[in-house]
């Protein structure tokens, strides 16, 4: 009955006319994923480079910015990376967002990305995905920032189906 309840809640996060059709993902756990999990997050990476990298691509191209915020050391972190690396989900993903992950450590590295968003105060989860307008540099998700934070108790396919909730 949670686990119901949780896809429920994590898809009325996303504003209804933002909606757009999700791929079907053929994943329907996460056991069927690949393995090893990715490790998406380089813990050696100037953040703040690769944010304003990823922003100038997004720009160029029309797409939303997603940065999302995590640790290789997290599993609903990698969980996320593993659905977006899915061979339904990572055209959609290409299509529609530019992804840039960004290494958080023990949510105490590379906090000032979040912060620039007005999440000034410590982080309640990771992942935590950052959806931004990338021509205004504007937080499209403010307050629903760790939606996928328990990504584990979600389907691969309401991970999807969220993801999808944000496309321009």
């Known amino acids: 009955m949670i686990r119901p309840l949780l896809i429920a809640a994590a ?18 756990s996460f056991e069927q994923l690949g393995k090893p999990l990715p490790l998406p997050y380089d813990e050696a990476a100037n953040a703040d480079a690769q944010v304003a990298a990823a922003r100038a691509r997004a720009i160029k191209a029309r797409k939303r910015l997603i940065i999302d915020l995590g640790g290789n050391w997290c599993l609903d972190c990698r969980l996320l990376a593993g659905v977006m690396e899915l061979p339904e989900m990572k055209p959609f993903v290409a299509r529609h967002f530019e992804v840039v992950t960004v290494d958080v450590g023990r949510f105490d590295k590379n906090l000032q990305i979040p912060a620039r968003y007005g999440i000034t105060s410590r982080l309640k989860g990771v992942p935590a995905v950052l959806v931004v307008d990338p021509k205004s540099n504007r937080l499209l998700n403010a307050g629903r920032e760790t939606a996928l934070s328990d990504a584990r108790s979600l389907t691969p396919q309401a991970l999807a189906d969220w993801l999808a909730g944000w496309v321009a």
Request: proline share 11%; charged share 15%; hydrophobic share 65%.
């Open 11 to 28: 898809l009325i996060a996303v504003p209804a006319d933002a909606r757009v059709a999700a791929p079907h993902v053929r994943a329907a």
